[in-house]
């Protein structure tokens, strides 16, 4: 009976020791280890570049289209007769740009809508274009703000927050450079 002898022998282990409870060198685990702040406070800056970085591109969509729009509306109201002054008032621009956009649509026929309806529709795109860009310039300032703070606490380098806001090294340290951190 060798296994009995064995087993007489070794004292049987209990719950949360490694020796038995017999040794000094009894261990137990008490529980989840305290998560690093500093490693917490980059995947946070991460996170917030990530999502900056895709509301930016949204925005920016946004206020391509509506420019878009903005010139094709301004093209058909020129191609039907109205003057050049009261498209540039309404659509918040200089003369020469609303010249411009008429002569890049190219040809247009002409739509039968009235002077007033073509101005109503041109100042609400400026207003919506002006909003959306308003929107867009925030965004672009929390991220300068982020990666700022970022740079300052050294919680990530360049290229890694080069990586997550999708901007160049270069592009970062000179956005960051002199930036007063506001205190919230």
């Known amino acids: 009976m060798r296994g009995r002898e064995i087993r007489e022998r070794i004292p049987p282990r209990t719950a949360g020791t490694r020796t038995g409870g ?11 280890p305290t998560p690093d702040t500093a490693t917490a406070r980059a995947q946070q800056a991460l996170a917030t570049l990530a999502q900056l970085r895709t509301t930016i591109a949204l925005r920016s969509s946004r206020v391509r289209a509506l420019t878009t729009e903005l010139g094709d509306c301004i093209a058909q109201a020129l191609r039907d007769g109205v003057n050049v002054a009261a498209l ?20 247009l026929y002409p739509s039968g809508q009235t002077r007033n309806g073509h ?22 300032e929390e991220r300068t703000q982020v990666l700022a703070l970022a740079r300052k606490s050294r919680l990530l380098d ?24 506001r205190v919230a």
Request: aromatic residues 2%; glycine residues 12%.
């Open 88 to 107: 540039a008032e309404a659509a918040g621009q200089p003369a020469g740009s609303i010249r411009s956009a008429a002569v890049a649509r190219g040809e």
């Open 119 to 140: 101005v109503h529709i041109i100042k609400e795109l400026a207003t919506e274009l002006a909003a959306a860009e308003g929107a867009r310039s925030a965004a672009k």
């Open 158 to 181: 360049d290229y890694q927050l080069a990586g997550a806001s999708g901007l160049k090294s270069d592009e970062i340290r000179k956005m960051t450079r002199g930036v007063g951190l």
């Open 22 to 32: 017999h040794g000094a060198a009894a261990s137990r685990y008490r529980g989840v």
